[in-house]
């Protein structure tokens, strides 16, 4: 686990427009705040991700999304913050103040409350969703240890926090609730 200074690096780094490796349900993450478009410029160039496939942001509660999401029925809100086995990220109708490089060509976020403790910690203490997006260069596999993405990344300036991937086998599951349908 991660020391108290660890994480206050990790918070410091997001604030600072730094990009940040963190451990997630099933993968690292790749992560940057949301709000700052140098900072998701450079994670999206680092993983070579074209802008208009828009992004995730992982949150510790509802809350931390107001701001992005439009008011939403109390069934889809019943959903969302229910315990759920399986990671669920959620395409919710964007806030029109949603940014082009978070939500790209779509009219709706991926939004996930993160099940990941440290994850879901990190959110808490940064006070605010965090990009999140799979630790790996496009066409690579996702890293699923602090000390491989730490190598891998260390050399673009990113902060890789120490701590476990869960026990989930695959990513998130990506749900559009007003369709009814899974994308993944």
Known sequence: MPSGLQKKKFVECLQ???????????VFGLGCDPLNANAVNNLLALKNRPQHKGLIL??????QLGSYIKPL?????SRMT????VPTTWLLPAHESVP?????????????IV??????ELCSLANMPIV???ANLSGSQPLKDAFKARIKFQKYGVYTINGCVGSNLEPSQ?????????YR
């Open 174 to 182: 990506i749900i559009d609730p007003f369709l009814n349908k899974r």
């Open 132 to 134: 999140s997006t799979s």
């Open 115 to 120: 099940q990941h403790a440290l994850a879901s």
């Open 73 to 77: 029925p109390d069934d889809v809100l």
């Open 58 to 63: 992982i949150a510790s509660n509802i809350g």
């Open 16 to 26: 600072q427009g730094g990009l940040v490796a963190y451990p997630t349900e099933a």
């Open 82 to 85: 229910a315990k759920n086995d």
């Open 100 to 112: 082009v490089w978070v939500r790209g060509d779509n009219k709706a976020v991926a939004v996930r």
